[in-house]
C-alpha cells in the first residue's frame, strides 16, 4: 500500500484534472457530497473496494495511490469535455444527460445535468464521431413511435456537432418548444424542406416541414439496448 494519503492524492487530481467533488460522487454512484465528505472530513474512514478501483480507473493511478493494493496502472479514463491529449489505450467518458428524448407524445423535461458518465473506447468512439467527442451526450429514449428502430428505454448517443448545419437523412433529436423528440429526418435539398416520420407505422408522418422552422440537436450515431 502506498504510504501517500489517499485524500490527498484525489485532492491534487481533482485541481489537475478540472474535476468537482460532486461529479466524482456520481461517477461511483454516490450522493453529490460524498467525495468532499471523504476529502474534508474524513468520513468515509476509507473508500469502499469498488469505488476505489473505479476511480483509480478514471484517473489512470495505481488503486495503491488511493489507499488499495498494488495493481498494474489501468487504462485512463478521460472526460470527453477535456482537451487531454489521448492514446489509443485510453477511454473517453461520455456524459449520460439526466434527459429523456421523445419517442412519442409529451413533453420531456430538459435538466441537462449530467446524472453520470460512461466510458467508451477512444479509438471506437473517434471513429463513430469524427469531429470529436466533447458534443456526445448519452440520453434515454421514452415512448414507442420509433420502434422496432429504437425502443422506450434505450440509450443513443447523440452528435451535437453533426445537427442542422450537416443535415441529411437519419435519426436525430430534435427541439419542439420544451420536448425533445427522437424522430427520422428524410431531406429534400433542393426544396429546403423536410419530413418528419416516425419508424412505428401506427405515428403518421408530418411531411413537407420547412427545414429552417425545425430545431436540431444533433444526429444520432449509436444506440445500447437493455434486453428484457
Sequence with gaps: MSDADPREVLEALIRERGEDYASLSRLIGR?????????????PRKLDEEDRATLARYFGVDEALLGGRDHPVAPRIVAADK????????FIAVPHLAVRASAGPGAI???????????FDAGWLRNLAPSGP???S???VEGDSMAPTLADGDDILVDRSD??????DGIYVLRVEDALLVKRLLIQPAAGRVTISSDNPAYPPLPDCDQADIHVIGRVVWGGRRFR
Design 31 to 43: 450522493n453529490p457530497a460524498y467525495m468532499q465528505q471523504f476529502i474534508k472530513r474524513g468520513s
Design 83 to 90: 482537451g487531454t491529449k489521448r492514446h489509443d489505450t485510453d
Design 109 to 119: 423535461t430538459a435538466d441537462k445535468r449530467a446524472a453520470q458518465r460512461f466510458a
Design 134 to 136: 466533447s458534443a456526445l
Design 138 to 140: 448519452l440520453i434515454r
Design 163 to 168: 445537427a442542422a448545419e450537416r443535415l441529411r
